[in-house]
């Protein structure tokens, strides 16, 4: 009898263990279905509120679904597309290269193309797209696709592109006919001004030599404005600046790039001062024709702009290796200055800091501008700046230079740049050290 009892406990136990075991195991799958339904609420809502389309495909290439950015973006309804209409809406030139892509994404790799389609209303939009393998629970590769409209963003590329290429045209067109009136309005020009030299050679009285001497005077202020239209056409044109890289001697450049105003300075009675720093290399290797341009336009700036006083260069060198020297250039004058509320426009193109300035002045308001372009070309940095009385400007660039051996060449170049002293030198006073105005 104990033993009927106790095999009845047992059973009992084993029965109450069978029915929590399978308790168990249905509030398991009830909150694994929970969670699968979760996730699923969660997908479709992905995948529904994605602003980029999305489509899911069976891995034969049949569409299953879309989302309703999709059914915007294409136009269609997702009824309309179920199957394998989709592929009708692909580029025929992409269909091969999609199909690929497909076989690839079914082997477990994901990919990621750009390709065409074609709305509803025929326009082609032009599509990044990520291929994905997603496995369903059953084991099936299904393929998601996530595509991205690049059609604004590569269209505005392209009339952006064909913007600047017409802009680019267009300005080289420009500088073309510029060179070649150029060249057809210094023609006359130089017959004006050597018919104006030879006109000053004779006999005349006071006032038409005066007549002669404006018509020199305007034909060469006619010259100075056309070549610096010219020079800025093509900076702007995009022309590379083309350095030359040739032996020359710096003292010879400066000091004949005051002797150019000479003129200037005795018909204004103004000083003219000019420093080098006696360690400074003689001879200097890269584009003399750009330097000398530089010079010659802050310099006339100095002048022009200075009633009384007068001007002064300084050249120095700030360092050097064994291949290039940094040489700063500075150029002081006593004129007008700038205000400095007009600081801003002083290197911008056809800008003046007044435009009685260019009344009184003439000038194009081109010069800083093609400066600057220069300079930055031979690797340096041009400013501009007021003084108590007048204005600063300043500039330095890098450039090789040769260094002689002892006993070759240096009685030649200083020879050639020879400077005389006092009124000998017509206003030009070289090396003179810590003079002010």
Known sequence: MDWLNMFGIVVMLAIIALILFVLSLTLEKKAAWKAAEGNRSRYDSIFESNPDMVCLFSQDGRLLRLNPA???????RAEELEGTRFWNLIDHNDIKRISRCFLRVKQGRSQTVEMRIKNKEGRVLELSTVFVPWN???GTVDIYTISKDLTPSNTAKRELWKAKTEAENALRIKSEFLAVMSHEIHTPLNGVLGMSDLLLDTELNEEQRDYIGIIRSSGADLVEIIDGVLDYSRLESGDQITLAEDPFVLRDVVVGSLQLFIGKLREKRLKAILELDPGLPEVLVGDEKRLAQVLHNLIGNAVKFTEEGGISVKVKEL????HLIKLEFRIQDTGIGIPKDKQH?????FSQTDSSISRMYGGTGLGLAICKTLVEGMRGEITLKPLLQGAEAVF???TGYYSPVAGEGTEHNLASSQVATGTEAEGIQPFSKNESF
Do not use: S
């Open 136 to 138: 369903d629970r059953h």
């Open 396 to 398: 330095y660039i890098e």
């Open 319 to 322: 360092e050097r290796n064994d």
């Open 70 to 76: 999709a059914e915007k973006l294409t136009g269609y």
């Open 345 to 349: 426009l002083l290197f911008k193109p």
